[in-house]
């Protein structure tokens, strides 16, 4: 008899588990629109060119890291979010550590949070990525949301969002998605943005920015940073957790930082050393080799700019795809107006699809997607938009 006997078997996850129904289907037309990955208009994943560059002039040195990280990895991610010129970074108020991508990063945040910080409430999007609820749960926080999404306009619901963001508690964390929203796809306009600034600041709201898609959404890396540097620019403190799995292509070398903006250079140094104390028991050191690459294509004219010209590309293969789905769904009349297909942006698309429209186009069409009706562009290609929209269509007429 087994000492685990009474271990219950544990759910797929939502979103792992649309892969591994995929993998079971046999059928040659199956569709993978599930995975938060990038993929060739040919269906394959991409490795950057620039990687293959960067793997050769990349350090090989296979010693620990310190806790922190790689001190220069850390100090060209702070520039890349928070801008070059970032007073902040100049006034030595940053302290950036590695951590493993985005989502630990968000770990490590919301531990040390949970530890320092007099709040230990955090609100995060009504709906957002279904891992948040856990990451911050788990590290001791307690999670509430606020309204974000408006399923009659498949839009930003700004007066809900406006109005939870008033009635939290003063001092409470917020996480904000710095941009490409996911699910939905629905930013904030930077008129938008201002507003929630000015709100936030007011009441004292400390802002825990989640950015997993920088340069990914727009094609421009400035461009996606935009919400970050406004609350940056204001002298204000916040957190801000960056992954370099989409936007460098880096997936499974799990490379992401997490930076505290503070007050004073002083306060910095002492959070920092905190930092340390949350990361040494966890995972001791982050890995060195994901950190190498990023910190070789960082530091390097060249490859930088070549790195901008292929997410650039990347992000504009994905936005053609919207525009694809969008044409296809016209042109088969299918009922509803779809122009939120092209107003939304990033790597996902709210369709506002229900789960029996979803299950139905899983069943009919061997097409796989979360059951709240989100659709990974990146899995699309000009060859799959046809089939996605006959299923859509059939779905809902
Ligand atoms: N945050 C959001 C909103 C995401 O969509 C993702 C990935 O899907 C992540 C964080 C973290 O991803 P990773 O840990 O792979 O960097």
């Known amino acids: 008899n087994s000492v685990f006997g009474h271990v219950v078997r544990a759910p797929e996850d939502a979103i792992l588990g649309v892969t591994v129904a995929y993998n079971k289907d046999p059928s040659p037309v199956k569709l993978n629109l599930g995975v938060g990955a990038y993929r060739t208009e040919e269906g394959k994943p991409l490795v950057l060119t620039v990687l293959q560059f960067a793997l050769i002039c990349s350090s090989r040195v296979k010693e620990y890291l310190p806790i922190v990280g790689l001190a220069d990895f850390n100090k060209l991610s702070a520039k890349l979010i928070f801008g070059a010129d970032s007073p902040a970074i100049r006034e030595n108020r940053v302290t950036t550590v590695q951590c493993l991508s985005g989502t630990g990063s968000l770990r490590v ?9 007099h709040q230990r409430t955090i609100y995060i999007p009504q709906p957002t990525w279904g891992n948040h609820v856990k990451i911050f749960t788990l590290a001791g926080l307690s999670v509430k949301t606020y309204s974000y999404y408006d399923p009659a306009t498949r839009g930003l619901n700004f007066q809900g969002l406006l109005e939870d963001l008033g009635s939290a508690p003063s001092g409470a964390i917020v996480l904000l998605h710095a941009c490409a929203h996911n699910p939905t796809g629905v930013d904030p306009t930077l008129q938008q943005w201002e507003q929630i600034r000015q709100l936030m600041r007011s009441k004292g709201l400390l802002p825990f920015f989640d ?6 959404a727009s094609g421009s890396l400035d461009a996606d ?11 204000g403190e916040c957190l801000a957790a960056q992954s370099y799995a989409k936007n460098m292509g880096l997936y499974g070398e799990r490379v992401g930082a997490l930076s505290i903006v503070c ?8 959070v920092e050393s905190q930092l340390k104390l949350v990361i040494r028991p966890m995972y001791s050191n982050p890995p060195i080799h994901g950190a190498s690459i990023v910190a070789t294509i960082l530091k390097d004219r060249n490859m930088f700019n070549e790195w901008t010209i292929e997410l650039k590309a990347m992000a504009d293969r994905i936005i053609s795809m919207r525009q694809q789905l969008f044409d296809a769904l016209c042109a088969r009349g299918t009922p509803g107006d779809w122009s939120h297909i092209v107003k939304q942006i990033g790597m996902f698309t709210f369709t506002g699809l229900n789960s029996q429209q979803v299950t139905f186009m899983t069943k009919e069409y061997h097409i796989y997607l979360t059951s709240d009706g989100r659709i990974s562009m990146a899995g699309l290609s000009s060859k799959t938009v046809p089939h996605l929209a006959d299923a859509i269509h059939a779905a809902v007429t």
């Open 263 to 270: 007050k004073t250079a002083d306060v910095a140094g002492r």
């Open 109 to 117: 945040g919301a531990e040390f949070l949970a530890k320092h910080y």
């Open 225 to 235: 940073a935009q919400s970050v540097r406004m609350f940056v620019a204001d002298g």
């Open 211 to 216: 950015s997993a898609y920088q340069g990914f």
